[in-house]
C-alpha cells in the first residue's frame, strides 16, 4: 500500500505572503495585465487591502472600506461566509475521490436537485467553471437542439468573452479587433418588431437576454419578456435567460426573469454568487428534452463536457451557498434592502443637478449622471464630457473610495452611471454609510471646487493624452 504524503515540503504560503506580499503591484506591471496596475494609480484605486470578512476590507492600518461592488456580484454572501468555509474545509477534510470521470459522485446531483428547486419548470443541469461557459453551454445547446445556426441578443449585452459569448455581447468596445464571431444579431432591448423580424428568417437558435442588463442597469420592459417567449416558441426556437449577475437573489427574487409573470425561460445561465466567493462554478439549468436532444445517445456522453466542471470543491460551495440563501432569508433582504436604497438616493434626484436618475431591482441598483441646467455647473459638466464620457460617474467614484473608504465602479465604459451590486446580506447600517457618503460627494459636485474637480481636471488630461 503507498503511504499517503507527508505534507512536509518547502512551499509555505504564509510565509511566501509575508515576504513578497508588498511586490503585488509590481508583479502585475512585470507578468500580468501592465494596464491594470496602471488604471489603477491613474483613479486612486491602488490601495492594498490585508484581509476582508463580509461586505468590508481592511488595510494594514486597520481601516476599514464598504464593499458596494461585491467583486462584480460574485461576493453575493460577502466574503468568507462561515458556512461555506466550514463546507470547503469538510470537504477537502473528506479526501474524496473526485473528477475520477468515469463514476456519478453525490455532490453534482445534489446541488442539481436544490437549484432545480428553485426554478420548477427546469429538469436538468450542467456545471461548468464560470459565467461565460454557462452561456457558451447555452449557445450550444441551443444551435443542437433546434437544428439552427443564428443567436440573437440585445444591445448593451454582457454575456462575456470568449468567442461564442463575445459573438452575443453587445458593446463593441469589447469586440472590436475579435472578428470575426458567430453569425448573431443584435436588437435593441425590448424590440419585439425586430425580435419578430428576425425570426421570421427561419434560421434563429435562441434569444440570449439578462433580465436586467448589467451595463448601465436597464430592466427590460415591462411586458417584454413574456411576448418574446411566445414569439420565439410560435417559432420554434428559446429562450435562454443570462442570470449570471441577477440569478440567486440579487434582484429581489430568486431569478430576474420572475419579476415577469408566466416567463419560464428554455436555458437559464448562473454563475458568480454561485461560488461563494471561492470556488468558480458555472451552471446552464435546461429543460429535459434539450438535455436529451445533446445527450442523444452513450456515443454522445462527453460531447460536452467541462475538465473541472462538477468538481466536489465547487459543489460543496455551492450548496452552502444555496443553505444561506434559504436560511437567511436573503432573497426578502435584498427586496427590502434593495427599496430602502433607492428610496433614499432617489430622494435626492431633485436636490442635485448632476443626479438624473436612480433604478433597478432589489441590491442591483444605477445611479445615473446628466447634465445640469445652471450655466455654472453645465460649462464642468462640457469639459469631462468634451474629454471622455464618463469621466464624471468616475469623479464620483474616486472621493466615495479615498474620503469614505467605500468602493464602488462605473457600471461599464462610457457610461455616466455607477453600479452598486453589494453582497445581500448589507442592512441598514451600510445603506445609512452609503447614502451619507453620496449625499456629501454630491455636495461637494455642486459647490465646483475641490478635490473632487481637481482630480476631474487629471482625468481629463489622461484622456486627451490617450487620444
Known amino acids: 500500500m503507498t503511504p499517503a504524503p507527508s505534507g512536509a515540503g518547502s512551499f509555505d504560503l504564509t510565509e511566501l505572503l509575508a515576504r513578497r506580499g508588498g511586490e503585488r503591484y509590481a508583479l502585475h506591471d512585470r507578468h500580468l495585465n501592465p494596464q491594470l496596475p496602471r488604471m489603477l494609480r491613474t483613479i486612486g484605486f491602488d490601495r492594498t487591502y490585508e484581509r476582508a470578512e463580509g461586505a468590508y476590507f481592511w488595510d494594514a492600518d486597520g481601516n476599514d472600506y464598504l464593499d458596494m461592488l461585491a467583486g462584480f456580484g460574485v461576493m453575493g454572501l460577502g466574503r468568507h461566509h462561515p458556512v461555506v468555509r466550514k463546507a470547503l474545509h469538510d470537504v477537502v477534510d473528506a479526501s474524496l475521490a473526485d473528477l475520477t470521470r468515469f463514476d456519478c459522485p453525490p455532490l453534482p446531483g445534489l446541488l442539481a436537485e436544490r437549484l432545480l428547486a428553485h426554478s420548477p419548470h427546469l429538469e436538468r443541469v450542467f456545471f461548468s467553471n464560470s459565467g461565460t461557459e454557462a ?112 440569478g440567486l437573489g440579487r434582484t429581489g427574487d430568486f431569478y430576474a426573469y420572475q419579476h415577469e409573470p408566466g416567463v419560464e425561460p428554455d436555458l437559464v445561465c448562473v454563475a458568480k454568487a454561485l461560488s461563494g466567493g471561492y470556488v468558480p462554478v458555472g451552471a446552464t439549468l435546461g429543460k429535459d428534452w434539450i438535455f436529451r436532444k445533446v445527450y442523444s445517445s452513450m456515443d454522445r456522453v462527453l460531447v460536452h463536457s467541462a475538465s473541472f466542471g462538477s468538481n466536489a470543491q465547487a459543489m460543496a460551495a455551492g450548496l452552502a451557498v444555496l443553505s444561506v440563501i434559504e436560511d437567511e432569508g436573503l432573497v426578502a433582504r435584498a427586496r427590502a434592502t434593495g427599496d430602502l436604497l433607492r428610496a433614499r438616493l432617489g430622494a435626492l434626484v431633485d436636490r442635485y443637478e448632476f443626479l438624473h436618475e436612480v433604478r433597478g431591482r432589489g441590491l442591483m441598483t444605477g445611479i445615473e449622471f446628466g447634465r445640469p441646467r445652471s450655466l455654472a455647473l453645465r460649462g464642468r459638466w462640457a469639459m469631462l464630457q468634451a474629454a471622455r464620457k464618463g469621466l464624471f460617474a468616475q469623479i464620483v467614484v474616486v472621493p466615495l473610495l479615498q474620503k469614505h473608504r467605500i468602493l464602488t465602479q462605473v457600471s461599464g465604459d462610457h457610461l455616466e452611471v455607477i453600479k452598486l451590486i453589494p453582497p445581500l446580506t448589507i442592512g441598514e447600517k451600510e445603506v445609512d454609510r452609503f447614502v451619507t457618503a453620496f449625499t456629501e460627494v454630491m455636495d461637494e459636485a455642486h459647490a465646483g471646487g475641490g478635490l473632487l474637480w481637481d482630480f476631474g481636471k487629471t482625468l481629463v488630461k489622461q484622456a486627451v493624452a490617450q487620444r
Open 135 to 246: 452561456v457558451e453551454t447555452a449557445l450550444k445547446f441551443a444551435r443542437y437542439a433546434t437544428g439552427r445556426p443564428r443567436i440573437l441578443y440585445c444591445d448593451h449585452a454582457f454575456h462575456g468573452l470568449t468567442v461564442g459569448s463575445l459573438s452575443v455581447n453587445g458593446e463593441s468596445g469589447f469586440r472590436d479587433g475579435f472578428a470575426p464571431l458567430l453569425p448573431d444579431t443584435a436588437i435593441a432591448l425590448g424590440d419585439l418588431a425586430a425580435l419578430e423580424r428576425e425570426l421570421a428568417r427561419g434560421d434563429v437558435a435562441a434569444l440570449v437576454v439578462e433580465p436586467i442588463q448589467g451595463k448601465g442597469v436597464h430592466e427590460s420592459p415591462p411586458g417584454f419578456l413574456p411576448a418574446a417567449q411566445e414569439l420565439l416558441h410560435r417559432h420554434r426556437a428559446l429562450l435562454i435567460a443570462d442570470e449570471v449577475q441577477t
